[in-house]
C-alpha cells in the first residue's frame, strides 16, 4: 500500500498594523477630503501638522502673515469654487485670530474647516501657556466644534467636519487638536464612518407645498422674486433663471445673490436694500407676492420689518427651516433644498399647464422706475476723482472679465453700484459680518484657488490697512492679484452717518497724517501713508493716480501686469453712497439725491421722505 504524506502549510499571521503619527492621520485624511490648498501659519502647538504637510505632494501650503488673512483667504477660496476652504493656526492667539474670519463665514454660509492646534491634554484648564478654550469661544459661530482627545478619532472626525461643513446650509466647523494627539501613534481607520444622527437629509419639498405656491404665483399681479445666497450655495442659479423667465417674474438680488440672473434683462431689478437699487427696493415694496429664496431676511434687506413688502403675501423657500418666521412672519414657508425645489416647479408647472398672470402693467412699472434711476448708477461729477468713477472705470476696461473682491465701507457698496455683475461668483465680499480688511486676503484664496482669473480686490484705504501684510503672502506663494485702492483719506461709510445723522461732527474717522492738512487730490504731498513705497517695499507694481485723463490707461496697467500690482486713486472725500435706506427706515423713505444739501452737512432725513 502506497504511503501518502500529508503536507501541513503553517498560516501566516497578518503584517502588523502600519503605525502613523497623529498629524500624518491629519494629512492623509485632508487628502482623501480633495484638498488641495490650505492656508496655514505656524505656532508651538501646531508645528507637528506643518512638520507632517512638508511630506504631502498633493496639498499646497500657503503662508499668509497673519492668522485672520489666512482665514479669509480661506474664504475666498471656498466662495470663488463652492469648495470646503481650510485654514489652520496654532493656539492660544493664533487660534484667536482666527475667530473673525470663522464668524464671518458663519455669517454668509461659506463652507469652512478650521484646524487649530491645542496644548497638551494634561494643560488643558490649568492657564498653560498660549491656551485658550477655543472649542468653547466658537461654539456660537460654527456649524460644530470638535476637540479630538484621541488619534484613532481623527479620520471619523475629519469626515464629519466636511460633511458638516457643505452639507444642507454651508458654514463653518472647528476642529482642535492638543498637542499630543498629534504626536500620538495608531493604526489609522480610514474606513471609519461618519456618525452623525442628527444631520438632517438633504430636504425636497412635497409636490403639494410647490403647487400651492404655484397657485399664488398664477393669482399674483405684482410678484418679485428676492433671490439670495442660497441661490449660489446650491449652484441654482441656471434653475433660477429658468423659473423667472418661463412666469416673466421680475428678479431682486441681495449682495449675496448677486450674478444669478442678469441684472441687464428688462424685467429684472438687480439688487435691492439699504444701497440697492431704486427699482429693486420699489418694486418689493409694492409687490402682491415676494418670492423668497435662498435667503434670510436680514436687517440691510427689510429694513423696518412692519414696513418690509407691506402688501405682498410672502412665500419663504429654504434649505434652513430655522430661518422661516425668524425675522419675517410668511404666508407660506416651503422647506427645501431650492436647486430641486426650482426645477421642480417648472416641470409641475408645464404639465399641469399652470396659468401665467399677467404681468404686463406690472413690467411696465418696472421699466419706469429703472429707466428713472438706471444702473449702472449715475454719480455726480466733482472736480476731482470719485471713487464711483474709478469703479466705473474698471468696468469698462476689464469688460467684466474679472473676479472681484472688496473691503467694507462706501467702496464696497459703490463697487455693485457701478460694476455690474452677471455671473455668480464674481463679487466676493463679508456681507453678513462687514469685516474690513476682508479684501486683499480673500482676493489672493481666490486666485490660489482660480489661477486663470484676473482677481481685483477694490478696497478703501482704512479697510486695505487692516491685512497690508498679506501683500507679502501674494508676492511670496507668486499669486499676481490687484488691488485698486480708493484713497480718501478717511473711514468713508462712518464718515457718511456722521454727515446724515450727526450734523457732520468728525469723530475720529479722520485718517490722513495730519487733519489740518489733510491730503487728497488738491494735496498729493499730504497724503499718507505712501502707498507707492509700501508696494515698493513689498515687490509689488504700483502706480498713484488722480487725474481723469490718466485712469482707463492705469486700468490696462493694472490688469495686464503678471506681479501683484497696486493702483491707488486718490478720490474726493465726501462723497456719500446712494440710495440709501436709513437704519430703521423702510423703502418708503429711501433717499435717492439730495440737491438741496450735496454735501449731507447735517442733513434732517425727515425732509426726504
Not at 185 to 194: Q, T
Request: charged share 20%; aromatic share 8%.
Amino acid at each position: 500500500m502506497k504511503k501518502t504524506t500529508t503536507k501541513t502549510t503553517a498560516k501566516k499571521s497578518a503584517p502588523a498594523p502600519k503605525l502613523m503619527k497623529g498629524t500624518d492621520v491629519v494629512v492623509k485624511c485632508l487628502e482623501n477630503e480633495g484638498v488641495d490648498t490650505i492656508f496655514a501659519y505656524p505656532g508651538g502647538s501646531i508645528i507637528d501638522m506643518h512638520n507632517a504637510l512638508t511630506r504631502t505632494k498633493k496639498i499646497r501650503v500657503v503662508l499668509p502673515r497673519h492668522e485672520q488673512g489666512g482665514g479669509f483667504m480661506a474664504q475666498g477660496y471656498a466662495r470663488a469654487t463652492g469648495k470646503v476652504g481650510v485654514c489652520m493656526a496654532t493656539s492660544g492667539p493664533g487660534a484667536m485670530n482666527l475667530l473673525t474670519a470663522i464668524s464671518d463665514a458663519y455669517m454668509d454660509s461659506v463652507p469652512l474647516v478650521a484646524i487649530t492646534g491645542q496644548v497638551f491634554q494634561s494643560l488643558i484648564g490649568k492657564s498653560a501657556f498660549q491656551e485658550t478654550d477655543v472649542f468653547g469661544m466658537t461654539l456660537p459661530v460654527v456649524k460644530h466644534s470638535y476637540l479630538v482627545l484621541d488619534a484613532n478619532d481623527l479620520p471619523q472626525t475629519i469626515k464629519e467636519a466636511f460633511l458638516i461643513a457643505k452639507s444642507g446650509r454651508p458654514g463653518p466647523v472647528l476642529i482642535d487638536i492638543p498637542k499630543d494627539v498629534q504626536q500620538q501613534m495608531i493604526a489609522p481607520n480610514f474606513d471609519a464612518k461618519p456618525d452623525l444622527p442628527g444631520l438632517q437629509k438633504i430636504p425636497h419639498a412635497d409636490d403639494t407645498a410647490l403647487e400651492k405656491l404655484l397657485e399664488l404665483v398664477s393669482q399674483s399681479k405684482q410678484p418679485v422674486i428676492y433671490a439670495g445666497g442660497g441661490i449660489v450655495s446650491a449652484g441654482a442659479a441656471k434653475e433660477l433663471d429658468a423659473f423667472s423667465k418661463y412666469f416673466d417674474i421680475p428678479v431682486a438680488n441681495t449682495l449675496m445673490g448677486i450674478g444669478t440672473v442678469n441684472p441687464l434683462e428688462d424685467k429684472n431689478l438687480y439688487w435691492f436694500g439699504m444701497h440697492g437699487t431704486y427699482a429693486g427696493n420699489s418694486a418689493v415694496l409694492n409687490s402682491d407676492l415676494l418670492l423668497a429664496f435662498g435667503t434670510r431676511f436680514s436687517d440691510r434687506i427689510t429694513g423696518a420689518v412692519s414696513k418690509f413688502a407691506p402688501h405682498a403675501k410672502v412665500v419663504h423657500l429654504d434649505i434652513d427651516f430655522a430661518e422661516q418666521n425668524k425675522n419675517v412672519k410668511v404666508f407660506l414657508g416651503v422647506h427645501s433644498e431650492i436647486k430641486y425645489a426650482l426645477r421642480r416647479m417648472l416641470e409641475l408647472a408645464k404639465k399641469n399647464k399652470t396659468p401665467k398672470p399677467d404681468l404686463s402693467k406690472w413690467l411696465d412699472q418696472v421699466k419706469c422706475w429703472k429707466t428713472r434711476y438706471p444702473f449702472p448708477f449715475s454719480y455726480r461729477q466733482r472736480k476731482n476723482l470719485t471713487s464711483q468713477e474709478a469703479i466705473s472705470a474698471l468696468y469698462k476696461v476689464s469688460g467684466d472679465n474679472v473676479v472681484v473682491t472688496t473691503g467694507v465701507g462706501q467702496h464696497q457698496m459703490w463697487t455693485p453700484q457701478n460694476f455690474v455683475f452677471t455671473k455668480p461668483r464674481q463679487f466676493i465680499s463679508s456681507l453678513g459680518a462687514g469685516t474690513m480688511g476682508f479684501g486683499l486676503p480673500s482676493a489672493i484664496g481666490v486666485k490660489a484657488a482660480r489661477p486663470e482669473a484676473n482677481v481685483v480686490d477694490i478696497d478703501g484705504d482704512g479697510s486695505f490697512q487692516m491685512n497690508i501684510q498679506e501683500m507679502a503672502t501674494a508676492v511670496a506663494e507668486k499669486l499676481p492679484v490687484k488691488v485698486l485702492l480708493l484713497n480718501n483719506q478717511f473711514l468713508g461709510m462712518v464718515m457718511q452717518w456722521e454727515d446724515m445723522m450727526y450734523g457732520g461732527t468728525r469723530g475720529n474717522t479722520d485718517l490722513s497724517l495730519d487733519p489740518k492738512n489733510p491730503g487728497g487730490p488738491e494735496n498729493l504731498g499730504a497724503i499718507y501713508p505712501n502707498y507707492e513705497k509700501i508696494a515698493e517695499g513689498y515687490g509689488w507694481a504700483s502706480k498713484r493716480v488722480s487725474k481723469r485723463e490718466e485712469l482707463e490707461g492705469a486700468m490696462r496697467e493694472m490688469l495686464d501686469s503678471k506681479i501683484p500690482y497696486l493702483l491707488e486713486v486718490v478720490v474726493e472725500h465726501d462723497e456719500h453712497v446712494l440710495p440709501f435706506i436709513p437704519p430703521g427706515k423702510s423703502a418708503q423713505d429711501i433717499i435717492v439725491e439730495c440737491p438741496s444739501c450735496p454735501k449731507f452737512k447735517g442733513c434732517d432725513i425727515a425732509k426726504h421722505k
